[in-house]
């Protein structure tokens, strides 16, 4: 597939988009889905020449292209308009240069919009791009958003209901570039392609579900942003609950979108409603301090640039979800995630339950890990015979990890979700209702976090998070199984 299409990306000086959003469509090239018949305009204040604009593109391409005269010829593609997101006059001149570039490269009036910009101007510009018929019903229009959307239920809602003025719910494309990974579409493989799998997922055989985002560094030069955020609203209502959704849907119908979506809104609807009293005990929220990891020293978050003094914004948000439904009921899905962790790391570990003991001795569960990044891949853990003359059981492990030739070569986040737009196929983006149910729990959670309900845990950094996180899993009889941190400990390099 070659498309046609016109790109339009507000907030095209941004750090995303040189960072992501211009390499991921340079791969889409180099792959030959897009060729002649695509244009892109980007649009910021600042006022570039298409000359200076075509530079920082190959500049963002790296080491990318085969040469330097493929890499002018992605970049001949683009286009700048320096533009003022409240100027109708802009948005005018973005039109003619929309119907230009259009006949030019024969779009066939195919629009794609990304706004790389701060949501409070998310509306603002949806309703200029209806009012000066930007977008004008020819051709498919399709709208791409970054997270966050919105900080709460209420402001969600608005924003979707000023979008929803311009565009259908199936125009509109809310990213959560985590659903772009490679390990995390992996997971519908793992659960629906091995009968091995597919009939022992659910509380009869599933003991817990752990789910964790680990970061090792701070809040770098997000602090402004961050301290506004916190990692509730910045990882969990998003990429955490996402995840879950995708390990406690039922099978669909089929793979296709509508089916798929339907399953994993089905999740979030379910979704228990903790009592107050239920989501002060279930979740946590914690702080780095100042601390020592491998001899090299990082600042408490308080000390950290663009932060406000005394702030009480988490930097580490773990708990546990429970889905009600027929599959889950009643089984646990822990969840952490933070800042200054020990290493970076996503994955997801099930716990199956003890199998019945037949010969008088300890066995291990049966764990499944998949491994979403750095690495990709999964292991199993199964129970063996120790090799000897007398019967004793001894853990053995599966494992699959992508070689650096597949990784090189698999789709980066963004590209697959650019590609996924181009086909029209929203699966891998979050449906306004997922965002709805998401936000109706994480409001309640939230609140009770602002008010000090829950006191707010102090963790030193390089650990794996506030001694509460632990205690939390141990009130339910389970533990942590990926605990970077020990190995740490034991050669004195964590104290």
Request: glycine share 6%; hydrophobic share 35%.
């Amino acid at each position: 597939m070659t498309a046609h299409v016109l790109f339009t990306i507000f907030g095209a000086s941004g750090d995303l988009a040189k960072r992501k959003l211009y390499p991921s469509l340079f791969r889409l090239y180099k792959a030959g889905h897009l060729g002649e018949h695509f244009a892109v305009i980007g649009t910021a204040r600042r006022p570039w020449t298409k000359e200076f604009f075509e530079q920082i593109v190959i500049e963002s391409l790296g080491d990318l292209p085969d040469n330097s005269r493929q890499a002018h010829a992605f970049a001949s593609h683009f286009y700048y308009q320096s533009h003022d997101v409240n100027d109708t006059e802009h948005y005018v001149a973005l039109r003619n240069l929309q119907k230009e570039l259009g006949q030019q490269y024969d779009t066939q009036n195919n629009k794609v919009f990304f706004l790389s910009m701060a949501p409070e101007f998310f509306g603002t510009i949806a309703r200029h791009l209806k009012s000066e018929q930007i977008v004008d019903g020819q051709g498919f229009e399709r709208l791409i958003i970054e997270k966050p959307f919105g900080t709460s239920l209420e402001t969600a809602t608005q924003l979707n209901n000023e979008l929803s003025e311009t565009f259908e719910e199936n125009q509109i494309y809310r990213i959560d570039h985590y659903l772009g990974k490679e390990m995390v579409q992996n997971i519908f493989a793992v659960r629906f392609a091995n009968i091995i799998f597919e009939h022992i997922w659910n509380r009869d055989y599933i003991e817990s579900v752990q789910i964790s985002f680990a970061e090792s560094i701070g809040v770098e030069d997000r602090g402004g942003y961050y301290d506004h955020s916190g990692a509730l609203k910045d990882m969990v209502q998003n990429h955490v609950l996402q995840v879950l959704s995708l390990l406690a849907m039922d099978k669909p119908a089929s793979f296709s979108e509508q089916d798929v979506r339907a399953e994993k809104i089905k999740v979030f609807q379910s979704l228990k409603q903790q009592t107050d009293q239920e989501i002060k005990q279930n979740f946590i929220r914690g702080q780095y301090t100042a601390g020592s990891i491998d001899g090299k020293d990082y600042p408490a978050y308080l000390d950290e640039a663009n932060i406000q003094e005394n702030s009480q914004t988490e930097t580490y948000a773990g708990g546990v979800f429970f889905v009600d439904t027929d599959r889950f009921r009643d089984i646990p899905f822990f969840f952490r995630t933070g800042k200054r962790l020990t290493e970076k790391g996503t994955r997801v570990t099930i716990i199956f339950k003890q199998a019945e003991d037949i010969f008088g001795q300890h066995s291990e569960r049966n764990v499944l890990t998949i491994y979403i990044q750095p690495t990709e891949g999964f292991s199993l853990s199964i129970n063996g015979k120790e090799v000897g003359s007398h019967f004793a059981l001894t853990p053995a492990k599966l494992d699959f990890r992508h070689n650096a030739t597949a990784l090189g070569n698999s789709p980066e986040a963004y590209e697959k979700l650019f590609f996924d737009v181009l086909k029209g196929d929203s699966t891998n983006f979050s449906h306004w209702e997922e965002v709805k149910a998401s936000w109706t729990l994480i409001d309640r959670i939230v609140a009770l976090w602002q008010d000090n309900q829950v006191p707010l845990h102090l963790y030193p950094a390089g650990t794996m998070g506030p001694q509460a996180a632990f205690d939390l899993l141990e009130s339910y009889g389970s533990q942590w199984i990926w605990t970077p941190d020990v190995w740490y400990r034991e050669r004195g390099l964590l104290k």
